[in-house]
């Protein structure tokens, strides 16, 4: 079934300011980059010149450029300047297309699918994340083995004496991501068994799912 409605689609403090990066919700493509001023964007992997992911590209200021031909889009999504011809007065209906989007739990969450109108954001405790873990299963069989239903896009488990918080982002039938966040103050110690945690979750899953 395809996600819709918000979906973490990174740990918040995996993507720095001037930094982005490519994730995929059931299939869909999307770029998420952080301005210089620490905003937060997602947007359609797709520079809508020649095609190429924006992910690839560079943030310079509150601009992203792609890596192709360099053209910038400002953060609205609107192209602003093309290297080839700097004199241009680009027309406005360059501009690649945005999904709503929201940091909450030590999350970037997207609103999908693509176009849709986003309500409010899911408001969540503050946390610290810890870890993204891509896991080759479905997000029914990770749910399955921890015993624990998905609700609005979010697992909690308790492991190692401490109450997590994992946001599930389906990449596809057979992939999916769980960012798993801690709450503030978790000991060192306490973070090392989480992380061996998540090791053990991902083998046992896609162990099982290699004997289905």
Known sequence: MTQSGWVPVALSAMIEAGTSAGVVVDGAEIVVWRDISGKAHAWEDRCPHRGMKMSFGFVRGDHIACLYH????????????????????????????????????????????????????????????????????????????????????????????VALSIGVQPISDTQCALHVTVPMGTSVEEKNAVLDWCEALRRQVENSEAMA
């Not at 093309?82 to 739990?105: F, M, N, Q, W």
């Not at 873990?133 to 004496?161: E, I, K, Q």
């Open 70 to 161: 360099g053209w910038e889009y400002d953060e609205s999504g609107n192209c602003q300047y093309i290297p080839a011809h700097p004199d241009l007065e680009v027309p406005k209906s360059i501009c690649i297309s945005r999904y709503g989007v929201a940091e909450t739990g030590g999350m970037i969450w997207a609103h999908v699918p693509l176009g849709s109108e986003a309500g409010a954001a899911p408001e969540l405790a503050e946390a610290e994340g810890l870890r993204s873990l891509y896991v080759d299963a479905s997000v029914a069989a990770v749910a399955s083995a921890l015993g624990s239903d998905v609700s609005g896009s979010m697992l909690t488990v308790s492991t190692a004496d």
